[in-house]
């Protein structure tokens, strides 16, 4: 069978395929430790899913605007006014299926073939694929360690060509939790505006985010940046809703008009009930965010405590998310040094988690799939007790390599 060239430019998401191997062989019998998640631990809460069951109850079971309820636009425009202070319109929003759905939508229409799309790295894994499916090139820049993993003005500006079109960015970042000041912001800000390029704002992890700091979506700064803006955001990390698939994107009417006629020929509407859900989520009590976050914050301490104590491993301490992105790289061997381990050989990140799945049974993502192969990913979204034994378990699987 000949499949559509444009298939074979991707690759299957190496998070969403760990997680279902650590889950097939949890099933099997093996005491696996996952810190593969892309997603809280915590339940959805339950006046959100309350308000699901009496939609259903209700018979709200039917198509809905292709671009969403204008109940959960409206929704979404409070919610950006009172946590952003950014005013939008009803014609200004698109709810789509989880913002993935929403990144994946925008890059269809502004992108094609000739464009390139700045992403800095470490990068969600996703954002290289969703660019190379509308034909654009994905231009990786390389934060470095020092830097906090933080993308520099001169080197974003060194990456602007011609055909340069945008900057995806996210922050607190998933892999490495990392998150920007006002300041920093407002530094990469001028260089976007004089270079006149767009920016796609992935705020999935706004309300998870640690030591009290502020979080500044670029839109906020100033009007001009608000016009070179999409913001995305959804309900799937904040409110434990991975499984609802509620996204919405934000940004001019004509951008929105066409993601929501792209939408309306594949997905059309996202689902009604889950729409309702994501109204409570936005209009209904706050605490539960706050709560979560705290818990969330506790076991980045014990996390990264834990992992710095292992000789040989590094790891910055995230600001939010719930990953931490330690280096392990002092473990693989490289080039013609073999003394590290007689028995075992492991040269990057794809063979580290290989080998800690089969020797720990421990289930993480390798560094590689976020563009820095001397590390791997570890999400948090597990309980303290499961860090502690999954991170002893780690400890001693690498030092059986060195020792
Ligand atoms: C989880 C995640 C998303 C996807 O969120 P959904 O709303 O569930 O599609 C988007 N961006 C980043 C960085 C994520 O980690």
New binding site residues.
Partial sequence: MKLASRIALIKPSPTLTIQAKANALKASGRDIIGFGA??PDFDTPLNIKEAAIRAIHAGFTKYTPVGGTDELKDAVIAKLQRDNQLTYRRSEIVISC????S?FNVAQVLFEEGDEVLIPSPY?V?YPDIVYLTGAKPVVIRTRVGDGFKLQPSQLEAAITPRTRAIII?YP??PAGVCYSRRELEELAAVILRKGIMIIS?D??EKIIYDDQPFFTLASLSDELKRVSIV?N????SYSM?GW???YAAGSEEIVSAMTKYQSQNTSNPTSIAQKAAVEALNGPQEGVGVMAREFQKRRDLIVERLTAIPGVTCLKPQG?FYVFPDVGSYYERGDRFEICPHKVIRNSAEMATYLLDEANVALVPGGDFGHDDHIRISYATSMEQIEKGVERIRLALLKLKY
Avoid: M, P, Q
């Fill in positions: 892309g997603e989880g913002a993935k759905h990144l969600w996703s996210s970042s998933n992935d999935i992890y995305i959804g309900v799937s990390k991975t698939r509620i996204g998310a």
